[in-house]
């Protein structure tokens, strides 16, 4: 099973950039790379998904080296809204029956005025 | 659509006590998922299914049971419920989809969570 390291913290302010690195060094050939966001006492919500290159939509892009060892959740001018966990997960049910999510301790990104 | 609900938000147990936590999912999803959440901590999967009448272990069964007599509902029940299963339980569904030329891939959708408190 692919395990993922990602920072436990991180620290940015208003207006900002923001680049959350996840290690999954390994990760299978069929496995997608998806990012959760989670707020004080609710459940996860998805952010964005992506196999190789570049994905993007309306709340954040995802950058995905060649080898797919690694990936990057680009957050774009941070709100104080943005304060939250973010999960990466690597793999999901089409790996196989024996797919177990680990959702890890995230990294908690927490965004100053 | 409501997406994924789950009753209650709130409960005390007394130690020794049972009790089912509910989750119900409009969105036909044939996979469901059962999660708990410690306090500054990661989701740990309990129980998962993959359709109706079949469902599997995660990485931490002990203690739990569960269900799948339809497609909407996967109820999670403690039997004897313990101290050390204080804690946040989200109950979760997803589906495969593909797109053209790539693996299947799946996203999951969360509902808001069942806090648990065993005393």
């Known amino acids: 099973l692919a395990k993922t390291t990602q920072p436990i913290s991180m620290d940015s302010y208003e207006g900002q950039e923001v680049n959350i690195t996840c290690s999954h060094n390994?990760?299978?050939?069929?496995?997608?790379i998806t990012w959760y966001q989670q707020f004080p006492s609710q459940g996860p919500r998805f952010i964005i998904q992506?196999?190789?290159t570049k994905v993007t939509n309306e709340v954040a892009s995802l950058f995905i080296p060649a080898d797919r060892k690694s990936s990057t959740l680009s957050l774009p001018r941070v709100s104080l809204s943005d304060t939250a966990v973010y999960y990466c997960?690597?793999?999901?049910?089409?790996?196989?029956?024996?797919?177990?999510?680990?959702f890890g301790r995230g990294t908690s990104l927490i965004v100053h005025p | 659509n409501a997406g994924v609900t789950q009753t209650p938000k709130f409960r005390i147990l007394k130690i020794g006590q049972s009790m089912t936590l509910q989750c119900t999912q409009d969105?036909?999803?044939?996979?469901m998922y059962w999660y708990r959440q410690d306090p500054g901590m990661g989701l740990k999967l309990i129980y998962y299914?993959?359709?109706?009448?079949?469902?599997d272990k995660g990485e931490v069964p002990n203690g739990y049971n569960v269900s799948r007599s339809t497609t909407e509902d996967f109820p999670l029940r403690l039997e004897l419920a313990a101290p050390s299963q204080t804690s946040v339980y989200f109950c979760?569904?997803?589906?495969?989809?593909?797109?053209?030329?790539?693996?299947?891939?799946?996203?999951?959708?969360f509902g808001p969570g069942t806090r648990l408190l065993v005393l």
């Open positions: 979760a569904s997803s589906y495969l989809h593909r797109d053209r030329g790539l693996p299947y891939r799946e996203t999951q959708y």
């Open positions: 390994n990760i299978a050939t069929n496995d997608y």
């Open positions: 992506g196999y190789k």
């Open positions: 997960l690597v793999g999901d049910r089409a790996s196989g029956g024996s797919y177990i999510p680990t």
């Open positions: 969105m036909n999803h044939n996979y």
């Open positions: 299914s993959v359709g109706a009448g079949i469902t």
